[in-house]
Each structure stands twice: as C-alpha cells, then as structure tokens.
C-alpha cells in the first residue's frame, strides 16, 4: 500500500512538472512571436502639414498664402473671406455711424466705380495693385488704389492710397499710378492712415480669367473732400508688367 501510494505521488509530481514546462516553452514563444512582430505595429511618423500653421490655406480663390498675424497689420490690416464674393465694384464716401433702432449702421455717399489689377515687379518682388475709378472723381483726377506686396508666394504687406494726377487732363484718369509714372504725368499720393480689407480672392497671375476680390472699411486718407471710406471690388483679369 505504501509502495503504491508513494508510485502515485511520484506520477503526479512528474505530470505536474511537465505542464509547468510546456506552460512556460509557450509563455516564451507568445514572447517571441509578440517581439518578432512589434516592428509592424510600430507607429508610422506623423505627416507634415500641407501649409504652414501661422498662415490661412490657399484655395481656388486665394492662390496666395495669407500670414494670421495680417489681422493685427497696420495701418491697414488683412483677413481672408471665404464667403460670397462682391457682386460689384463701388465706393462709398463720407462714411459715418448713424444710430437707428436697430442699432448703428454704416450710410455715406454710394459712387458707382469699376476697377483694375495689374502685376508689376516691386522692390525685388511683386505687387499686385487695385486701382478703383469711382465715376463721381473723374473731375477731380482721383482714384483710389490697394496694393499687396507678394513674396514667394505669400503676401507680406499691404497699403492704400489715394493717387490724385497733378497739371494733367481726363485723359490721364482711368491710369494707375505706376502707368503715370512711365508716362512722366505728376500726381500725389496719400496713404491710408488706417483701414481693414476682407479679401475674398485674390489670383495675381496675369490674364482674362483671375479674379480678384475684396471689401475695405474704415479707410482715412485725410482728404476732407472725401472723409471716410468703406469700398468693395471684383475684378476680373489681371494685366501684366510692362514690357
């Protein structure tokens, strides 16, 4: 009975053993598969951006790069408008704050206007001017123009001025100021004290189709004669430099 017992005993010692090492030959092959295969579930690098993060993206309309800090510019600041694109190009002048029920509104002198772009060579890079033609200057030989200073792509400045032709004639008006100056025809210019621009599209590549886009508020040249000025425009085509 002892010798049977003690035969028993060894049995299940032996049978015990044998699965402790089977568990652990499969413990230490689950690890080796797990580190055979942690190279293909390592991550995979993250994907650099497609632009800049302190710039607005382009799109179909803004073919050009827009700094965010443009919002603080002075004395004319800059954001993008991804919204409808002015049906019309016009002026409004004398612009002041009128309170009604509703609260206060914008009113001035509404002067009908068409517009220009042109893409010329500027202080080692490029500008694409806006000259703006309200009907109601033509007597006086005033026009209005924003520029946009475009470097490699993004747009690093832009100014408003107001260009008036000196000792000149009508025929002169409808000519931005760099045409007057190729042309040997005196004018003055006055820079926009201040003024915020909406831009809603702006392509400086020369031909018919590039449209260009944009509403002003707040602009002050310091001409009594026309106060304050908010203006929108829409152009379609862009000429080029001169040859």
């Known amino acids: 009975m002892r010798t049977a017992a003690l035969t028993c005993a060894l049995l299940a010692a032996f049978s015990g053993a044998a699965r402790a090492q089977q568990g652990s030959s499969a413990t230490a092959a689950a690890a080796s598969g797990s580190s055979a295969s942690a190279p293909k579930t390592a991550a ?66 509404v002067l009908a206007a068409r517009a220009s772009a042109r ?40 100014w408003a001025e107001l260009v008036q032709v000196q000792g000149g004639g009508p025929r002169d008006w409808g000519l931005d100021a760099f045409t007057l100056d190729r042309r040997g025809v005196n004018f003055s210019e006055e820079y926009a004290g201040r003024g915020k621009i909406l831009l809603y599209a702006l392509d400086p590549r020369p031909g018919r189709e590039s449209l260009n886009a944009a509403r002003g508020r707040g602009f002050d040249f310091g001409d009594p004669d026309i106060g304050r000025v908010d203006f929108s425009y829409r152009v379609r085509g862009v000429k080029p430099a001169f040859p």
Request: charged share 25%; glycine share 6%.
């Open 44 to 109: 995979r690098p993250a994907r650099a951006p497609r632009h800049p993060p302190d710039v607005w993206p382009r799109t179909s309309r803004l073919r050009v790069y827009v700094h965010r800090a443009s919002v603080r510019w002075a004395p004319v600041s800059l954001r993008p408008d991804f919204g409808a694109v002015p049906s019309r190009t016009e002026l409004i002048a004398q612009v002041r704050l009128v309170r009604t029920r509703k609260g206060r509104i914008r009113r001035g002198r």
């Open 119 to 158: 893409w010329l060579p500027y202080k080692g890079d490029h500008a694409l001017v806006v000259s703006i033609y309200p009907a109601a200057w033509r007597k006086s030989l005033k026009h209005l123009e924003v520029r946009y200073l475009v470097s490699a792509g993004f747009i690093e400045g832009v």
